[in-house]
């Protein structure tokens, strides 16, 4: 595999990264944040498929599968949540017996390290089934590896800024609008 192809497998694993970065992005971030959430998506995409290449073809077949399911349902799990969330913040929805779950403000709460964490690993499931297929290959493992993550930390800081910026055009309904980004990448796992 020549660095071409690395860099567009790269790519191609970054991009649901990229797509939840601009749900997370609509809350408006800080940089500090934006740094902090590309770094932990970088290490999450460095070490998922160092893990699947360590764990081998055998279980990539059981695994792979039921790797982007697992991702696709977190996914779609914060996503409607989000969506009800704000739907009752704004109104839409009056639910006056039922107590409001604070457990997450928002799509991910990305100050939480367990919210944080599993947004990372979620997003980089499919970086894991790409491992399982990367000891087959002929390919420099170390440089194949950091580029997936330098990809996927960039194009999650790409998000995240896009995602900033687009909360300021959409104004309030910007956590509505990224809990059906959610869904919809949620939904497409569970499709594809």
């Known amino acids: 595999m020549n660095y071409t192809t690395v860099l567009l ?20 971030v800080k940089i500090r944040e934006i740094l902090i959430v590309s770094g932990i998506v970088s290490i999450f995409h460095v070490f998922m498929p160092l893990i699947g290449l360590y764990l081998g073809t055998y279980l990539g077949n059981i695994a792979g599968p039921v790797a982007n399911i697992v991702g696709a349902f977190v996914l779609l799990a914060i996503g409607l949540n989000t969506i009800w969330d704000n739907l009752q913040t704004l109104g839409i929805i009056k639910l006056s017996d039922l107590k409001k779950n604070n457990l997450s403000k928002g799509i991910i709460n990305i100050k939480n390290p367990l919210s944080l964490v599993l947004m990372a690993g979620s997003v980089s499931l499919d ?6 297929g990367l000891g087959a290959l002929k390919v420099e493992l170390l440089l194949t590896v950091v580029t997936m993550g330098i990809v996927a930390g960039l194009m999650t800081m790409g998000g995240l800024v896009f995602g900033k910026g687009l909360s300021k055009a959409i104004g309030e309904k910007a ?11 949620a939904l497409k796992l569970l499709i594809w």
Do not use: K
């Open 175 to 185: 956590e509505i609008v990224g809990g059906f980004i959610l869904v919809a990448i």
């Open 9 to 28: 497998v790269s790519v191609a694993l970054g991009i649901d990264a990229f797509s939840v970065a601009i749900s997370i992005g609509l809350l408006g």
């Open 127 to 132: 970086a894991l089934t790409v491992g399982f």
